[in-house]
C-alpha cells in the first residue's frame, strides 16, 4: 500500500467473493434453539462470549462466535444475515426495520431507491468460509499461540492507553490520532476474528455499534481509509455474517463518494467526511497512481452486497481510464496523476515502492476476485511482470540476490523499499491462479532478498528502504543502508559499508532510512510462498522476524513480569556518541561493578542527567546517570526508570564542564511504573543495543504484520484458502465472487 501523506504508505490491496448458494456448516454440538435463542431474551455481551472452563466452544454453556454474532443481533434488535452461521430458525427472526443508510454529504438520497440492504433473494451473502476458521485455542501449533501472545500484549497497550482513537503510542502510553476513527480498533477486528480472540472481539464490535459514527467534520484519506476501515469493516462482516459491520461500511463507502466529483474522475486523495467536500493536497493537484488505483476490490464488493452500482462505476471508470493513458513503458506506469486533466504527470520515474506499488497488485487481484473473466486486466499485470524484468531487475555482489530496483529517465537506480516485498507473494499468487510458472520462479527469487533484508541488518529487521551492492568489495554486504554525512552543516550522501563512505566528518551520520515502522510486506509474502510450496524454510524465517520484533520493537509490561530496571543493579556497558554516552546494562545481582555499585533509580533523587552536548530536553524516560558512579549518561533498555527532570547543574571537577542534574518528577514517576503494552516502530535497525523507539504502534502491525504471521504458522491450507479469498492491501480477506 503506498503509505501516504507524511508517512508514505504504500498502496496495495486484494480481494472478495461469494460462495452463495451452500449451507452454513454448523459447529459441533450446536442446534436450532440451542444458546442465543431469537424469541427469548438476549444475553448480555459477556454472556454470549463466555465459555465454562474445560469445554469446547459451541459445547454446553460455550457458543461458537458465528452462534454469538446471531444471539447478538437478536439481542440488539437487527435482522440476522439470512445467510449467516445462526442458531435460530426463521420463523423466530424478528423483523425490525434497519435504519437508513447517510447517503453522502454532497448529493440527497436517490429518489425511489430501496434500502439497499433490502437485497432480493439470491443476492451474494457472507462467506459460509467464515464456519472453517477454527476458534478453539487447541488447534493453535506454539508459534501461532507465540503471535495470539503478541497479539495480546499490542491490544491491552492499545485497549488501556488508546481505546477508541487511531494508533497507540506505546512509549509515552499514550494516543495519535489520525482520523479519529479508532483506525487500529478497525483494522484488527478480522484478526482478531481469525486468531479467536472472542472477548477482544466483542468489545470492539460493541464499541464499532455505539461509539463509530462518521458525521464529523474531518478529512480522511480516500486510499488509507478505503483499505483500513472499508476493507475492515467488509472483511468482518464476511467473517461473523454480522450486518452491523456492512451498514458501517455502507455509510463509509457513500461519504467516500464525493471524492470522484473531478473534472477527470480521478479522485481527490482527500475528503471531509462530514461535508462532503473533496480536495487533494494542498500542494498539488496530483493523486497518487497507486492510491486511485487501489481501492477498487473494496468498491467493487460493497455494491455487490448492497446492490448499489454506482461504488463499483466510480472505481471501474477509474481503471478504465487508467489503462487508456500513454506515458507508460511496458506496462510500468508514472507514480502521480493529476485529477483535473486526468494525464500522469512527473513522467519517467517508475518504481514498485511507495506511489505506485498497489497499483500491480490490485490488477491480479480484481482479475481473481470477478472470477477470472476480465481478462484487460489480467493481460494489464501480465504486461507489467514483464516490465518490471526488462527495466527493474538487478542483481547484487557478493551474494547475487535478485532486486527490484528504480528508473528515473534512462538512470537505474539500485534502491528498493521495503514495501516492494509485497510482490513475491503477489507473483506466487499469479502462478497459483494458472499464470506462467516462470512467475513463482522470480517470487522465490525476490523472497530470499526480502529475507536477507531482514537478516542482514543487526536487528533482524528490514530498514523502510534499502540501496543494494553492484559491485565487488572486500567484506561488503549486498543490503546497505543510506545515510548522511554532515560537515559544516553541508550533507553529502552514502551508504553505509559501501564504496565512497564518508569519513572527513566530525559529526556522526544522521539515519535516513534506517527505521522499521512494523510492516508486513515481507511476512505476507512468506505467507504466500509456504501455502503454495510447502517449503518449512519460509515458516522459519518468519519466526526469525517475529523474533526480532519482540526482541527489539516490544514495549515492556513492568506488571507481568520483573523488570531488570526495578529489580537490578546495573553496569555502565561503554560510551557512544557525543558526550561519552554510555548504556547501563541490567547484571545479576552481587555482581562486582567497576568503580563501585550503581544505585537504583528508586534509591536516589538526584543523578545526573545531562552533559553540555546533550541538552536535558534531548532526554527520554529512561536514560539517566546514578549519583555517585564513575558512568556517563545511561539507558535502561527495558524501558523504566523515567520521570526524571533537571533541577540544576553540578560544578566542574577534575577538568569536566559541568552537568545538569535531574530529579524524579513524582507524577511522571509513577506513569512509569504503569504497565504498558504495544510495539514500537524503531528508528534504526542497525543498532542491536539502541534501536531508538519511536512510539508509534501503526494499526497495520494488528491488521496485517500479525495476521499473516498467524497464517503463515498454520499447516492448514483451507484456514482462508486463496482459492476462496483475496486478501486487499491491508490485509482483509475479501470473498471471491462465484463464477457467473
Same mark, same amino acid.
Given at each position: 500500500?503506498?503509505?501516504?501523506? &507524511? @508517512?508514505?504508505?504504500?498502496?496495495? #490491496? ?6 452463495? =448458494?451452500? !449451507? *452454513?456448516? /454448523?459447529?459441533? +454440538? ?8 431469537? &424469541? @427469548?431474551?438476549?444475553?448480555?455481551? #459477556? ?6 472452563? =474445560?469445554? !469446547? *466452544?459451541? /459445547?454446553?454453556? +460455550? ?9 447478538? @443481533? ?667
Amino acid at each position: 500500500m503506498p503509505r501516504t501523506g &507524511g @508517512r508514505m504508505r504504500r498502496p496495495r #490491496g486484494r480481494g472478495r467473493a461469494a460462495l452463495a =448458494g451452500k !449451507a *452454513p456448516r /454448523r459447529e459441533p +454440538g450446536t442446534r436450532s434453539g440451542r444458546g442465543s435463542e431469537c &424469541g @427469548r431474551p438476549g444475553p448480555s455481551l #459477556g454472556q454470549l462470549f463466555s465459555e465454562k472452563q =474445560g469445554e !469446547a *466452544p459451541g /459445547r454446553g454453556g +460455550g457458543l461458537t462466535l458465528e452462534a454469538a454474532a446471531c444471539g447478538w @443481533r437478536s439481542h440488539l434488535g437487527s435482522e440476522p444475515n439470512r445467510s449467516a452461521p445462526c442458531l435460530c430458525s426463521g420463523s423466530e427472526r424478528p423483523s425490525s426495520s434497519v435504519p437508513s443508510s447517510w447517503r453522502g454529504a454532497a448529493t440527497e438520497p436517490e429518489q425511489g431507491t430501496r434500502d439497499p440492504l433490502r437485497k432480493a433473494e439470491g443476492t451474494p451473502k457472507p462467506s459460509p468460509q467464515a464456519a472453517r476458521i477454527p476458534q478453539d485455542p487447541a488447534q493453535q501449533n506454539e508459534r501461532q499461540q507465540a503471535v495470539v501472545e503478541a497479539f495480546r500484549h499490542a491490544w491491552a497497550g492499545y485497549h488501556k492507553f488508546a481505546w477508541g482513537h487511531d494508533e497507540l503510542k506505546p512509549v509515552s502510553r499514550s494516543f495519535a490520532e489520525w482520523f479519529g476513527l479508532g483506525l487500529t480498533l478497525i483494522d484488527s477486528l478480522d484478526t482478531m476474528w481469525i486468531l479467536g480472540l472472542k472477548k477482544e472481539f466483542a468489545e470492539a464490535r460493541e464499541w464499532v455499534s455505539e461509539k463509530l459514527w462518521f458525521q464529523k467534520n474531518v478529512d480522511v484519506n480516500l486510499f488509507e481509509s478505503t483499505i483500513r476501515i472499508l476493507g475492515g469493516l467488509l472483511s468482518a462482516f464476511h467473517l461473523s455474517g454480522d450486518d452491523l459491520f456492512l451498514e458501517k461500511a455502507e455509510d463509509f463507502g457513500n461519504r467516500l463518494m464525493p471524492a470522484f466529483q473531478t473534472p477527470s474522475k480521478i479522485p481527490y486523495s482527500d475528503v471531509n467526511i462530514g461535508t462532503g467536500v473533496a480536495h487533494p493536497p494542498r500542494w498539488t493537484s496530483d493523486s497518487t497512481v497507486a492510491e486511485v488505483t487501489s481501492i477498487q476490490l473494496e468498491f467493487r464488493e460493497l455494491s455487490r452486497l448492497t446492490g448499489n452500482k454506482k461504488f463499483q462505476e466510480a472505481v471501474e471508470q477509474v481503471a478504465r481510464h487508467v489503462h487508456s493513458l500513454s506515458g507508460k513503458k511496458d506496462g510500468l506506469v508514472p507514480m502521480f496523476i493529476n485529477t483535473n486533466s486526468g494525464l500522469f504527470t512527473h513522467l519517467g520515474v517508475f518504481t514498485l515502492g511507495a506511489r505506485a506499488d498497489s497499483y500491480y497488485e490490485y490488477l491480479l487481484k480484481q482479475w481473481i476476485q470477478g472470477g477470472k473473466t476480465e481478462t484487460q486486466l489480467r493481460d494489464d499485470y501480465l504486461e507489467a511482470v514483464e516490465g518490471i524484468r526488462r527495466h527493474l531487475l538487478g542483481r547484487s555482489e557478493p551474494r547475487k540476490l535478485t532486486f527490484v530496483g528504480e528508473l528515473a529517465h534512462g538512470h537505474f537506480s539500485a534502491k528498493m523499499d521495503h514495501l516492494v516485498c509485497f510482490l513475491p507473494g503477489t507473483l506466487a499468487l499469479g502462478a497459483h491462479h494458472g499464470l506462467p510458472a516462470d512467475h513463482m520462479e522470480l517470487a522465490r527469487a525476490l523472497m530470499d532478498t526480502c529475507y536477507q533484508m531482514n537478516r542482514q541488518m543487526e536487528t533482524g529487521l528490514s530498514p523502510e528502504i534499502a540501496h543494494f551492492n553492484l559491485y565487488s568489495q572486500k567484506a561488503a554486504k549486498d543490503v546497505q543502508v543510506k545515510v548522511s554525512w554532515r560537515r559544516r552543516g553541508a550533507v553529502l550522501g552514502g551508504s553505509e559499508g559501501g564504496a565512497g563512505r564518508r569519513t572527513l566528518s566530525p559529526r556522526p551520520p544522521q539515519p535516513a532510512d534506517r527505521h522499521n515502522l512494523l510492516r508486513p510486506e515481507t511476512v505476507e509474502s512468506l505467507f504466500y510462498l509456504y501455502r503454495f510450496t510447502g517449503e518449512r524454510k519460509y515458516q522459519d524465517w518468519g519466526w526469525e522476524i517475529l523474533q526480532s520484533f519482540n526482541a527489539y520493537t516490544r514495549v515492556s509490561v513492568p506488571g507481568s513480569r520483573p523488570s531488570p530496571a526495578l529489580a537490578s543493579p546495573f553496569r555502565v556497558h561503554g560510551t557512544r556518541g557525543p558526550g561519552g554516552r554510555a548504556r547501563l546494562l541490567p547484571v545479576s545481582r552481587g555482581q562486582p561493578v567497576s568503580g563501585g555499585s550503581l544505585q537504583r533509580p528508586e534509591a536516589t533523587e538526584r543523578v545526573l542527567c545531562g552533559s553540555p552536548m546533550w541538552p536535558a530536553q534531548h532526554f527520554a524516560p529512561g536514560h539517566w546517570r546514578a549519583a555517585g558512579t564513575p558512568g556517563r549518561l545511561g539507558r535502561s533498555p527495558a524501558g523504566p526508570p523515567g520521570g526524571l527532570r533537571c533541577v540544576g547543574s553540578e560544578g566542574a571537577s577534575a577538568g569536566r564542564p559541568a552537568r545538569p542534574t535531574c530529579a524524579r518528577d513524582p507524577a511522571a514517576w509513577a506513569l512509569a511504573q504503569v504497565p504498558s503494552g504495544g510495539y514500537s516502530s524503531i528508528g534504526n535497525v542497525q543498532d542491536a543495543r539502541n534501536p531508538q523507539p519511536r512510539d508509534k504502534m501503526e494499526s497495520f502491525f494488528l491488521g496485517e504484520t500479525l495476521k499473516y504471521l498467524y497464517l503463515l504458522f498454520s499447516d492448514d491450507p483451507d484456514l482462508l484458502s486463496l482459492d476462496a479469498y483475496v486478501f486487499n492491501t491491508e490485509a482483509h480477506p475479501l470473498p471471491i465472487w462465484a463464477p457467473a
